[in-house]
């Protein structure tokens, strides 16, 4: 990157993380006692929401992987008096547009609205919540792209290395299994299972709620009351068990016809309230958080073993990792295992004081970044209410990231970047040497 693009790219950030700044985080809680986060944005007049439930698809029941994710596809398939084109009809008369999915950890929804049409929408989403139908042919229709989806995904290389990943990682564990299910627990479902799995999962207790726009914090309240009011408060839902990190070396290849490989490798991370999470944050984007990572510069750039590697953190309610991920021919396979793994072994000595300087400089603008849409700000919003920070963190981001010292980096890369605790998987058409071929 040339100097001018630096500084362009510094300037801008600069700017965009002025929006972030200017964001105010109010606290709600309705009669009812449901609490929600709220950032009023009078500017146009649209309202987003963005809410989950704490219970996903790592709370299966055993053989009937993909419940979860089936049961929330459902939601908006009809729901009251409205069978599934009345309902969608009326998503579109009112430009509502209201979507669920499954997460491991969460059932999650959005909810997109102009502010006319506020009793609409908010009357949609309570139908959904309370009042889903879950008719047979829907059901069935779901349940066969569900299983036609799988079979794609068993196609697609990067697909499955991403499930040997979990399943290698979190053998014996929920989240090893696949959230979308196996064709025979699909198969197996049957709707009264579906309505059992609602239930259990739609209720207040837990309930995350973030919204964003042309809403006051006493329309909000009662409209949240009229969506979520009429659910069941719940009881208090038994919790995952823990997980074990890996403290052996696995290296998982798979065959598969296709002229890239695709390349996973997983290292155990730390927790989203780790003292060391900022200077974590910092240690993955020196590694291959962009093109001016070492990972970027010394496979690609240096060498052309892959067309992109990138590595970031991902963390779960049970489970945090590091994962780093490229693409390479098959013949090039073993040298761009060979690079990656020089590179973390030499950021176990540290970072240069330029790589730190424009790291902090990049992330703690980067944010901004995101903040395109009020849709975008509200998922923001519910994401730092998951990971249970405080409704100030905005404010005090960039100086924890800019608190990050040499020596917190090179301290976290020496806990982290460990070959011992390394996990890889390898999908498509590599030499022997990239690994011995096994099934997870």
């Given at each position: 990157?040339?100097?001018?693009?630096?500084?362009?790219?510094?300037?801008?950030?600069?700017?965009?993380?002025s929006r972030a700044e200017a964001i105010e985080v109010k606290e709600v809680t309705t009669p009812l006692g449901i609490k929600a986060w709220l950032v009023e944005d009078r500017s146009t007049p649209v309202v987003a929401l963005s809410f989950s439930f704490p219970s996903g698809s790592a709370g299966d029941p055993e053989?009937?992987?993909?419940?979860?994710?089936?049961?929330?596809?459902?939601?908006?398939?009809?729901?009251?008096?409205?069978?599934?084109?009345?309902?969608?009809?009326?998503?579109?008369?009112?430009?509502?547009?209201?979507?669920?999915?499954?997460?491991?950890?969460?059932?999650?929804?959005?909810?997109?609205?102009?502010?006319?049409?506020?009793?609409?929408?908010?009357?949609?989403?309570?139908?959904?919540?309370?009042?889903?139908r879950f008719d047979p042919e829907r059901i069935e229709q779901r349940r066969s792209q569900m299983i036609v989806g799988l079979s794609q995904a068993d196609q697609r290389p990067a697909a499955v290395a991403q499930r040997t990943l979990m399943a290698t990682l979190f053998a014996g564990h929920p989240y090893g299994a696949?959230?979308?299910?196996?064709?025979?627990?699909?198969?197996?479902?049957?709707?009264?299972?579906?309505?059992?799995?609602?239930?259990?999962?739609?209720?207040?207790?837990?309930?995350?709620?973030?919204?964003?726009?042309?809403?006051?914090?006493?329309?909000?309240?009662?409209?949240?009351?009229?969506?979520?009011?009429?659910?069941?408060?719940?009881?208090?839902?038994?919790?995952?068990?823990?997980?074990?990190?890996?403290?052996?070396?696995?290296?998982?290849?798979?065959?598969?016809?296709?002229?890239?490989?695709?390349?996973?490798?997983?290292?155990?991370?730390?927790?989203?309230?780790?003292?060391?999470?900022?200077?974590?944050?910092?240690?993955?984007?020196?590694?291959?958080?962009?093109?001016?990572?070492?990972?970027?510069?010394?496979?690609?750039?240096?060498?052309?073993?892959?067309?992109?590697?990138?590595?970031?953190?991902?963390?779960?309610?049970?489970?945090?990792?590091?994962?780093?991920?490229?693409?390479?021919?098959?013949?090039?396979?073993?040298?761009?295992?060979?690079?990656?793994?020089?590179?973390?072994?030499?950021?176990?000595?540290?970072?240069?004081?330029?790589?730190?300087?424009?790291?902090?400089?990049?992330?703690?603008?980067?944010?901004?970044?995101?903040?395109?849409?009020?849709?975008?700000?509200?998922?923001?919003?519910?994401?730092?209410?998951?990971?249970?920070?405080?409704?100030?963190?905005?404010?005090?981001?960039?100086?924890?990231?800019?608190?990050?010292?040499?020596?917190?980096?090179?301290?976290?890369?020496?806990?982290?970047?460990?070959?011992?605790?390394?996990?890889?998987?390898?999908?498509?058409?590599?030499?022997?040497?990239?690994?011995?071929?096994?099934?997870?």
């Amino acid at each position: 990157m040339t100097l001018l693009r630096w500084l362009a790219l510094v300037l801008g950030l600069a700017l965009l993380a002025s929006r972030a700044e200017a964001i105010e985080v109010k606290e709600v809680t309705t009669p009812l006692g449901i609490k929600a986060w709220l950032v009023e944005d009078r500017s146009t007049p649209v309202v987003a929401l963005s809410f989950s439930f704490p219970s996903g698809s790592a709370g299966d029941p055993e053989n009937r992987t993909g419940l979860t994710s089936l049961t929330a596809s459902l939601l908006t398939d009809g729901a009251g008096t409205l069978d599934a084109q009345a309902f969608k009809r009326r998503q579109e008369d009112a430009s509502v547009s209201l979507g669920f999915g499954a997460s491991l950890d969460h059932v999650g929804g959005s909810l997109r609205l102009l502010s006319a049409h506020r009793d609409e929408a908010f009357e949609l989403l309570r139908l959904a919540v309370s009042e889903p139908r879950f008719d047979p042919e829907r059901i069935e229709q779901r349940r066969s792209q569900m299983i036609v989806g799988l079979s794609q995904a068993d196609q697609r290389p990067a697909a499955v290395a991403q499930r040997t990943l979990m399943a290698t990682l979190f053998a014996g564990h929920p989240y090893g299994a696949n959230p979308l299910g196996t064709k025979e627990d699909l198969q197996a479902v049957t709707a009264e299972q579906i309505r059992e799995r609602a239930a259990s999962v739609l209720t207040r207790n837990g309930l995350i709620v973030a919204a964003v726009g042309d809403i006051d914090a006493a329309e909000l309240s009662r409209q949240l009351d009229r969506a979520f009011g009429g659910l069941p408060a719940g009881a208090v839902r038994a919790d995952l068990p823990g997980w074990t990190s890996p403290s052996r070396p696995r290296t998982v290849t798979l065959e598969r016809a296709a002229p890239q490989s695709a390349v996973l490798i997983a290292l155990p991370a730390i927790p989203r309230d780790d003292p060391d999470w900022h200077a974590a944050v910092v240690l993955a984007h020196i590694l291959g958080g962009g093109q001016q990572s070492r990972l970027f510069t010394e496979v690609r750039e240096k060498r052309g073993l892959a067309y992109s590697v990138s590595a970031s953190l991902r963390t779960q309610r049970k489970a945090s990792l590091l994962v780093i991920s490229t693409g390479s021919a098959g013949e090039k396979v073993p040298d761009t295992l060979r690079v990656i793994k020089s590179e973390l072994v030499r950021l176990r000595e540290g970072a240069t004081e330029q790589e730190l300087a424009e790291a902090r400089t990049y992330l703690s603008g980067s944010l901004a970044l995101l903040l395109d849409s009020s849709g975008s700000v509200a998922n923001l919003l519910h994401g730092l209410q998951v990971d249970r920070q405080p409704p100030d963190y905005l404010d005090r981001r960039a100086a924890l990231i800019g608190a990050v010292k040499a020596e917190d980096v090179r301290r976290v890369a020496r806990r982290l970047l460990r070959e011992e605790a390394m996990t890889t998987v390898v999908v498509g058409k590599p030499p022997a040497a990239a690994g011995p071929a096994a099934e997870p």
